[in-house]
Every structure is written in structure tokens, then in C-alpha cells.
């Protein structure tokens, strides 16, 4: 990996540009004075900032083992092309697939019930009830929270909200019973069927959280893109989603263990019939359709820095070889990196020319943006400016032939030339070199 550079002002020359100067002449005026003096001539300026970068593809996506089992299918192969919502792997869990059952047997047995016996006290019966119901929901809720995939766990959690919502207003049913009971306005047995529908609310909900458990089993291509056993890089356990179900019920859920480590020597991704906890990477998806890159750029650079200027990167992969690219985004917000500094993502579309090698996602590189162009601009050599008296100067030859300092303004700063906005016409002569030689009124040639 590339240790990162600071985004600094690096003009360089473009390419294509014109001859600067014309008719260079070199003379020495006296034996130690060595100096050479050119005409002032028109040229392409152009300012670049480089900038450490890294290849980007456009969406990334990792697969989790949603519960401990086995794998018990793999359908790709890695390199493989798929399409979104295509069949990737299978997980199979015998203990999800038990707890599915089980809720189904309870969500039958609510049905036949008719309610329980006059006997029973409401309220203490409708405050175990809420505070299981409670205790299952914040459980699943937890659980949900850390399923690695984005688009499961949106639904997971998008379900658990409504099944919550849906069991509230059961129970407000129930506590409007009980309390026209007590006030003698309903019968008991009016209390006791809005107890009963409670609980078999509460059972349907327990049976669609694990059948959505069992039906994440089966992973599926959230986006298109190409296939890579495993994950990224090391991803945390997630809980056992289908573990806490039994909190709708009697008994606390139990523990999950995460995924551990392969040791040295063994194969990160799991292999079909091997083991797999919950959270274990199974496959991940990379959308490489659409390559780009992120630069940091420095503070001192990044008000340079514009959307739809054009860049050339270079790959560390692929030494003097550039990549076309153009600024898409300049992040608002700052992003502090481990030496301190202070810099800003700008973000670039990349464009890989026929001829060139195909980028991989995460290839360090250096991203040349071309902040500031002057096309046939008035230039000079970078080593014909000197800084004196709190501004730019170069040395002129005067019509007696003799040095006159004249103050100047740059414009773009190239590496090799700097544009002239102030100071300066077209066919001027100018010393370009040895500008330390030369002091007001020396005899130039």
C-alpha cells in the first residue's frame, strides 16, 4: 500500500503544449557572470494538484451466515458473474427450522383456543403478557441490528416494527376490556376473547419472524456484480435472529458464539458441508461496472479543486500508465487522517483506456487533477521568477541592453513554465537563467 502522500500544488506542463520561448540566446557578459536571456512567448499553462488515491468500485456487498448450521450449497464460483436476486448459497440450520415449527404448532393451538377460564386475572395476565411480548420484541430487535447484509436486515427490522405496532393495539384491546369489566360495563367473557386474540396476535407474529429466519437462509445476490468467496475482511458475529424467538414465548434466549478465525493455513471461506456461526462471511458481490476513484486532497488544495475538472491517475500497479478521470464530488465535511492533517475526498469517474490494464477496487494510486489550465497564455520558465520585496519579479533586458527588475503577476503554476497575467508582453527578453547573477543595471546579451 502506498504510504500517503500530502496533497500538494504540483503543477506540471501540459501536454501539447507549444514552444515557451523563442529565440534563446545564451551569452556570458563577463567571465563569472553565466546567464541566459530568451523572448517572452505564449504557451498552455497548466496547475495540477496530486493527490493520494484509491480505486472505488460502485457498490460492495457481503453475505452472512444469518444462523449457526452448515452450508449446506454453494451456487457460484468466485470470478462469477451474477445478476441481483440470483441463488448464491444456502444455509442450512436445523435448530431455525425446529423453532419454525414450534411456532407454527403454538400459532395453531391460539386458533383452536377460545379464550381462557373466568377465573383468570386479567391484569396480572395482560402485564406478563406485555412484558413478554416486550422482552421478545427488544430481543429480535437486537438481533436484527446485526445481520450484516443491508437489504436483510431492513426487512427484518421493518417487520419487527410492525408486528410490534400490531401488537400494541391488541393490547390496548385487552386493557379496555379489563377496565369495562371493572367498571361493569362489558362481561367478563367479552375480556377474556380480547385476551385471546392477543395471544393468538402474538403467536402469528412468533410464526412470521421465524419463517422470515428460515427463509434467510437462502442468500441471494442483493445487487449485480462479481463473486468473491468470503468477506472482505474480518466481520463481527451477528446474533442468531431465530435464537430469540423463543423470547415470545417461555425462556430467555440463549447465547450465540461468532465466527472464529481460520488459522494459518486453512481457507477463510467456508467450504459446502463445512460449519458456519451466524455472521460468518459466505459470499461477497462487487459491482465493478462502474470503476472510480477517491482522492484525498489537502486543505491548502481542495478550494482548487472543482467538479468536472479532468485528472490523469496513475496506478502503483501500472507505473506510466494514465487513467482519464474527472471530478464528480468534493466532500463538504473533512475526513482527518492518522498523520494529523486535514484533507477532503474528491470523487472521480475513471475511465480505462483499451490498451491500459483493468483497475482492481482498492489499487492505491496518485490522482493528477488539473486544477487550472491557461491556454496560449503569456509564460515563462518557473526559473525566470524570483520572489523579493513581498512579490514575484524577473529581470528584464532594457532597450540598452541592461538589467531592469519588473514586478509581475503569476497566474497558473506549472512545474516547468508560470502564466504571467501582469508585468509582461509577448517578444520581451528576459534572463531564464542564472537570475541569481544578475543585479539592476547589470550588461546583459
Known amino acids: 500500500m502506498r504510504t500517503p502522500l500530502r496533497s500538494t500544488s504540483r503543477p506540471v506542463l501540459a501536454l501539447g503544449t507549444v514552444l515557451l520561448l523563442t529565440s534563446l540566446t545564451a551569452a556570458s557578459c563577463e567571465d563569472s557572470l553565466d546567464v541566459t536571456v530568451a523572448e517572452v512567448g505564449r504557451s498552455t499553462v497548466t496547475e495540477v494538484v496530486d493527490a493520494p488515491a484509491s480505486v472505488t468500485a460502485r457498490a460492495a456487498a457481503t453475505l452472512t451466515a444469518p444462523a449457526e448450521g452448515t452450508l449446506a450449497r454453494l451456487a457460484v464460483t468466485p470470478g462469477q458473474q451474477v445478476a441481483k436476486g440470483q441463488l448464491l448459497a444456502v444455509v442450512d440450520s436445523p435448530a431455525t427450522r425446529t423453532r419454525l415449527r414450534q411456532a407454527k404448532q403454538a400459532l395453531d393451538a391460539s386458533k383452536r383456543s377460545g379464550g381462557g377460564g373466568v377465573r383468570v386475572d386479567l391484569s396480572a395476565a395482560r402485564n406478563k403478557l406485555d412484558r413478554s411480548a416486550k422482552e421478545a420484541f427488544d430481543h429480535?430487535?437486537?438481533?436484527?441490528?446485526?445481520?450484516?447484509?443491508?437489504?436483510?436486515?431492513?426487512?427484518?427490522?421493518?417487520?419487527?416494527?410492525?408486528?410490534?405496532?400490531?401488537?400494541?393495539?391488541?393490547?390496548?384491546?385487552?386493557?379496555?376490556?379489563?377496565?369495562?369489566?371493572?367498571?361493569?360495563?362489558?362481561?367478563?367473557?367479552?375480556?377474556?376473547?380480547?385476551?385471546g386474540s392477543a395471544q393468538r396476535l402474538q403467536a402469528q407474529q412468533a410464526y412470521d419472524l421465524a419463517k422470515a429466519s428460515v427463509d434467510a437462509l437462502t442468500l441471494r445476490a442483493p445487487i449485480a456484480g462479481v463473486v468473491q468467496l468470503g468477506g472482505t475482511s474480518s466481520t463481527s458475529a451477528s446474533p442468531d435472529l431465530s435464537s430469540l424467538l423463543g423470547g415470545l414465548g417461555a425462556g430467555a434466549p440463549t447465547g450465540v458464539s461468532g465466527p472464529v478465525a481460520a488459522p494459518a493455513g486453512v481457507a477463510s471461506a467456508p467450504a459446502v458441508g463445512a460449519p458456519v456461526s451466524a455472521g460468518t462471511a459466505i459470499v461477497t458481490v462487487v459491482d465493478t461496472s462502474v470503476l472510480g476513484i477517491v482522492a484525498d486532497v489537502d486543505e491548502t488544495d481542495i478550494l482548487l479543486v472543482r467538479t468536472g475538472i479532468s485528472a490523469e491517475v496513475e496506478l502503483d500497479a501500472a507505473p506510466g500508465v494514465q487513467y482519464p478521470a474527472r471530478v464528480g464530488a468534493v466532500d463538504v465535511l473533512p475526513t482527518p487522517n492518522s498523520r494529523g492533517a486535514v484533507a477532503y475526498r474528491v470523487h472521480l469517474t475513471l475511465?480505462?483506456?483499451?490498451?491500459?490494464?483493468t483497475p482492481r477496487p482498492g489499487m492505491s494510486a496518485v490522482a493528477r487533477l488539473k486544477v487550472r489550465e491557461a491556454a496560449g497564455a503569456i509564460a515563462v520558465p518557473a526559473a525566470a521568477v524570483f520572489t523579493g520585496d513581498g512579490g514575484d519579479s524577473v529581470w528584464v533586458r532594457g532597450p540598452d541592453g541592461k538589467a531592469q527588475?519588473?514586478?509581475?503577476?503569476?497566474?497558473?503554476?506549472?512545474?516547468?513554465?508560470?502564466?504571467?497575467t501582469d508585468g509582461l508582453a509577448e517578444g520581451e527578453r528576459i534572463v531564464v537563467r542564472g537570475v541569481d547573477r544578475v543585479t539592476e543595471g547589470t550588461d546583459l546579451p
Open 351 to 357: 475511465e480505462t483506456p483499451a490498451d491500459a490494464p
Open 140 to 195: 429480535a430487535r437486537d438481533a436484527a441490528e446485526q445481520v450484516a447484509e443491508p437489504s436483510t436486515r431492513d426487512a427484518l427490522l421493518a417487520h419487527i416494527t410492525a408486528a410490534e405496532a400490531g401488537y400494541r393495539q391488541a393490547s390496548a384491546g385487552v386493557a379496555a376490556a379489563a377496565d369495562a369489566v371493572q367498571r361493569g360495563v362489558a362481561s367478563l367473557g367479552s375480556a377474556m376473547q380480547a385476551l
Open 405 to 420: 527588475r519588473r514586478a509581475v503577476v503569476v497566474g497558473a503554476s506549472g512545474m516547468d513554465t508560470l502564466q504571467i
